[in-house]
């Protein structure tokens, strides 16, 4: 199975066309080619953009347009794109997003989705797309989560972030702090910890994960001094994984959860309960190489953790480091 699987590609959706995707996936390619073994990349988008990226940055692969059932160009010269429609020079003006750009993001990505559920590529990777821009083009979705949770019929998701050294899970993500509390369960956070240990095992090979879960106040409530979701939430559900053979640990005071003993976390991976507790630490440690996987998607999807940085859009000043990290990360969950 998995030398079928390492034959077909990664698919990657090129993101809103008016920002960095384009930039950086080509950057990426350069650097992946140099590789002993380079992945195989298809890229769904629009020829053009790719070609006008690429005649601005040099020395990248050469944009190739690529259908369905043709051979895959190797990396060292051409890199294959499957056109998803024509977009209009305008839509692709760095920095210039518009209703078409945004309305195209979408198509790339519901694309790139559908390619790789239907088993023709081994794992998906996103470029940034606009929210505001999906939106605006009528696309009503917070996000690329939430849309391939959707088109996957995925009920249950979770977002994840990799680092070169951390990995953690959210079981709350783009709410306002003073809705957490009300938004964590024993639910939630069991599940959480269910799909990231489910993760770890099935997908990086790793065969007994140890889950350190964060609580959410300080010292992680002092026995309800500062708070009780410790007692009321977060530990009934580090018991409820335990029940599952799941070896999750915790609540962990969140001030020191990340400290390391001989240069290694205590964990495989860790569960915080919201945005900032977790990724403050992560993008601190890593902040040009961190990689967003969706956890519970049927398929293996990555993306840089960035966003389609409109302001240095055809600068050739984007770096590709995540991107190369988040086809990297695709490529060996996609493996096992």
């Known amino acids: ?75 060292t010269r051409r890199i294959a794109v499957m056109s998803i429609g024509k977009l209009s020079p305008s839509a692709y003006r760095p920095g210039k997003p518009s209703v078409e750009g945004g309305d195209a993001a979408y198509r790339y990505v519901v694309e790139a989705a559908r390619m ?41 998701w979770r977002m994840m972030f990799v680092g070169t050294e951390l990995r953690l899970a959210l079981v709350t993500v783009h709410i306002g702090l003073a809705r957490v509390p009300r938004a964590l369960s024993i639910e939630k956070v069991f ?8 993760h770890l095992r ?16 300080p010292h992680a409530g002092e026995n309800g001094l500062f708070g009780d979701e410790e007692q009321r939430i977060i530990g009934p559900a580090i018991e409820r994984a335990r029940h599952a053979r799941i070896a999750a ?52 999807r990555t993306s840089p953790d960035h966003g389609t940085a409109f302001d240095i859009a055809g600068c050739n000043r984007a770096s590709a480091s995540s991107m190369i990290a988040a086809i990297d990360y695709a490529g060996r969950a996609s493996a096992v």
């Open 116 to 156: 790789t559920m239907r088993g023709d590529a081994r794992a998906m990777v996103t470029a940034p797309i606009s929210k505001e821009w999906i939106n605006r083009a009528g696309h009503r979705f917070p996000g690329h989560s939430e849309l391939l949770a959707k088109l996957a019929r995925t009920r249950l």
């Open 249 to 300: 640990f915790g609540p962990l005071a969140p001030d020191t959860a990340f400290g390391r003993v001989e240069g290694k976390f205590r964990f495989d991976a860790a569960v915080a309960m919201y945005h900032d507790q977790g990724l403050i630490a992560l993008k601190t440690l890593d902040f040009d190489h961190a990689v967003n996987v969706t956890l519970g998607l049927p398929f293996v």
């Open 191 to 198: 599940q959480t910890i269910m799909l990231l240990a489910a």
């Open 1 to 75: 199975m998995a030398s079928r699987r390492q034959a077909r590609p990664i698919v990657i959706s090129q993101g809103d066309p008016a920002g960095i995707g384009a930039e950086v996936i080509l950057k990426a390619a350069a650097t992946l080619s140099r590789g002993k073994r380079a992945p195989r990349l298809v890229v769904i988008g629009d020829i053009a953009a790719m070609r006008a990226a690429a005649d601005r940055i040099g020395n990248v692969p050469e944009p190739i347009e690529w259908h369905p059932g043709e051979a895959i160009p190797s990396l």
């Open 202 to 217: 099935e997908r990086l090979d790793v065969r007994r994960p140890r889950i350190g879960v964060l609580g959410l106040n």
